[in-house]
């Protein structure tokens, strides 16, 4: 994973888990309001309770009033008259409708104010069921509200886990293509190896040839040797002719080498195709060994052939001189191609051993990405809390 990646998937998880603070404190908002609503309707059932309360004893209050004021009248129409049995008849009945227009005045005027009582209380329960209706519209509001937000963070929430998904997917297609680039890495590799070891069986063969040639010297007097190789006049032909020989062997076997080798890579990387990440390693450490073995090896034959050509130097003498430096000259020539190509050998090896360190280092941190991918999965499928609901 790069480093540019993991600071955006934290931006991610802090955003989501602030919309999850908001919506909480959003839902504990309307449950104040919520609560608030239903303080001030008991307020208002209180108020109205109190003015009905105050409207009865009002009523009471007035309907005891007209009854003093009846039993008063009463009482003054059952008392004799204060003025003399002289009185005439017509100021009797006169007296007797002023009595009556008073009484249905009142009469009237009690009626008016039962009838302006009924209107106040009708008012007043008109009033109430306007306000209880207006907090049940209220109370559906907020319930509206308080389910929109809610599917608003369940459709936030399914979106950032969908992110997620795709997000990890991403992460899993990038790790299969560096897994993919580590395989190709391990065939150039096995490549190098390959013609690493072609080199060196070249150099060993080379070797070998020219040990047989010293051991002859060795072995023969230098008439014999001539006799052998023929006059002393064509040695230089001979082996002139000898090294076109060995430089056509040289030419031809390459081609021979490689097919055997493309074969060998062919099955060496289906091989390879059924391997880990983890067993190329230790095959690449094993041959390297090989490797550094072979070369150890190769430069011991090379100081033995120093030695060899130091004696047969010293028994020759100068009889054989222009013979031994002939092969003095083409084992030198030999030793300087044996060495270089373990220069180039062990140039390899150390380029080997660098890619080596690179596979467990890039190993190293695709586990490492690997477990904080897994982590971050759990994390997610944490803050998320729909995993169970949604799978």
Not at 2 to 8: A, L, R
Not at 296 to 324: F, Q
């Amino acid at each position: 994973m790069s480093s540019g990646e993991v600071p955006q998937e934290k931006k991610t998880l802090f955003s989501t888990l602030v919309q999850k603070k908001q919506a909480e404190t959003d839902a504990q908002k309307i449950q104040n309001r919520i609560l608030q609503l239903k303080m001030e309707h008991e307020k208002i059932l209180k108020h109205i309770q109190q003015d009905e309360q105050r409207a009865e004893e009002i009523y009471r209050h007035r309907v005891e009033i007209q009854m003093k004021k009846e039993n008063k009248m009463k009482q003054k129409q059952a008392q004799p008259p204060p003025f003399s049995l002289a009185v005439s008849h017509h100021q009797r009945e006169l007296l007797k409708k002023i009595k009556e227009d008073e009484l249905n005045k009142k009469k009237s005027e009690a009626k008016i104010f039962r009838e302006q009582l009924k209107q106040e209380f009708k008012s007043v329960q008109l009033q109430k069921s306007l306000e209880q209706e207006g907090c049940r519209i209220k109370a559906i509001q907020v319930k509206e509200e308080e389910r929109q937000s809610t599917q608003l963070a369940v459709a936030k929430l399914k979106q950032k886990r969908e992110r997620v998904r795709y997000e990890i997917e991403n992460e899993k297609d990038r790790i299969g293509k560096e897994k993919e680039l580590y395989d190709l890495k391990i065939q150039e590799l096995e490549q190098l190896e390959q013609l690493a070891m072609m080199e060196l069986q070249n150099s060993i063969a080379r070797q070998q040839k020219a040990q047989e040639k010293i051991q002859q010297a060795q072995k023969l007097s230098p008439s014999d040797y001539e006799k052998q190789q023929g006059p002393h006049n064509d040695i230089y032909q001979y082996f002139n002719m000898l090294n076109e020989s060995l430089e056509s062997d040289k030419e031809l076997d390459p081609e021979r080498e490689r097919q055997r080798l493309m074969l060998k890579r062919q099955k060496s990387i289906e091989e390879s195709l059924q391997l880990s990440v983890k067993d190329h390693i230790i095959k690449l450490e094993n041959y390297l060994v090989e490797l550094k073995k072979d070369l150890e090896n190769s430069k011991k034959e090379m100081s033995n052939l120093r030695m060899d050509i130091a004696t047969v130097k010293n028994t020759h003498g100068t009889m054989s001189d222009d013979l031994t430096t002939f092969i003095q000259n083409d084992a030198k020539r030999v030793l300087n191609e044996t060495l270089k190509k373990s220069q180039d050998a062990q140039h390899d090896s150390e380029f080997l051993d660098a890619q080596l360190n690179v596979l467990k280092s890039d190993k190293d941190k695709l586990q490492d990405v690997t477990s904080t991918l897994e982590k971050r999965i759990v994390s997610c499928e944490t803050d998320v809390g729909f995993k169970h609901v949604y799978d």
